[in-house]
């Protein structure tokens, strides 16, 4: 097995591309303007200047719409724990991120699973779920998927908008990704096309800052806003002030938005190295090519049991997350590849390494 493991299973970058000096400099800068807010208690809602940074910046909508947590992670856990009851049916996408599967998983819900296409969740499919019975809940990765990289199309936004609507359930539009694009343009949120007080939007600063300040939000109807951070203060008082005050001085001094550029531009490097790398090596293998992300969804022929190939994959020194770590039921011929993780020069070789990994399996298992 070889010493160096090239990793594609960590959804997380390389700390090459963490932006240890800028988070430095926001930090003093913090502590040396903003050290009351940032060392004291806050209330549930967090603080309020990222709060109205936010609502202006990125959503144009009224800061007593935004909540801060501690990562998107915990907005989806709060979301979930006070609006879904045992026995309510929860739409999840298939393929979908596995720690929500998990979350919706313990909570009694039934979960009711929708594949994804090319481009976003089957809608189709959701339709003829909601005339099997009511939905409370759907859990949407609207921009480049974990883990499968498509981003849902505009018609499919609106149209999901208008079925929330008509039935009254929640979309949960869970957009970490949104500002990791590598130059297309993408659609609306559904959260600015929601007339109804049906979306409830949550995104975070992990990918755009670091996934260790541990800074997200929820942003949707302002009174269930209200509600939820009323709970979340009862949970934890406030979430942490000195992180979102760090995060919050990179917002307004522009450091955010620099940032921002340089990791997009090394994450597309990677994008671009692994498309490459996979079109020579394992030409077979279906793909989405994710317009941002970190993500890159492999479907191998029927032949190949992913779980099997990561065993090979391992003796070669290279590892994934097979696919069914991210299916309610199946999955077994795909697999996740993060590119976030690989420096775009170890990519190629990386594949190399998954390439030999299924020539082994395929060769111990012919058709
Ligand atoms: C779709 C999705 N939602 C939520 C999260 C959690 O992110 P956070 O670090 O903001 O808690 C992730 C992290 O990878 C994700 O991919």
Known sequence: MASDVISFARGAPSADILPAAAVRAAAERTLAEDWQRALSYGTGVGHRGLCEWIAGELHE?????????????????????????????????????????????????????????????????????????????????????????CTLSAAKRDRLVALADEHGFTIFEDDPYRLINFGGELPPTMLSADRSERVVHASSFSKTVSPGVRVGYLAGPADQIATLAKRAGEHYISPNML???????????????????????????????????????????????????????????????????????????????????????????????????VPADRVAEGVGRVARALESVRAASPA
């Open 243 to 341: 992180a979102e005050s760090v995060v919050w001085e990179l917002c307004t001094s522009g450091a955010l938005a620099e940032n921002v550029e340089s990791v997009n531009g090394a994450l597309r490097d990677r994008r671009d190295a692994l498309v490459e790398a996979l079109g020579e090596q394992i030409p077979e293998a279906e793909f989405v090519v994710p317009g941002g992300g970190y993500f890159l969804w492999l479907d191998l022929a029927g032949d190949v049991d992913t779980p099997t190939l990561l065993e090979a994959a391992t003796r070669e020194g290279v590892a994934f997350v097979a696919g069914p770590d991210f299916m309610l039921d199946g999955g077994e011929s795909s697999l996740r590849l993060s590119f976030a993780s």
């Open 61 to 149: 909508i009224d800061a007593d719409r935004v909540m801060i947590t501690n990562g998107s992670m915990e907005a989806a856990s709060l979301l979930f724990h006070y609006t879904v009851e045992p026995g309510d049916r929860v739409v999840v996408e298939q393929p979908s991120y596995d720690r929500t599967l998990l979350l919706l998983g313990r909570s009694g819900a039934e979960l009711v699973p929708v594949p994804l296409e090319a481009d976003g969740l089957d809608v189709d499919a959701l339709e003829r779920a909601l005339a099997d019975g009511p939905i409370k809940l759907a859990h949407v990765i609207p921009n480049f998927h974990n883990p499968a990289g």
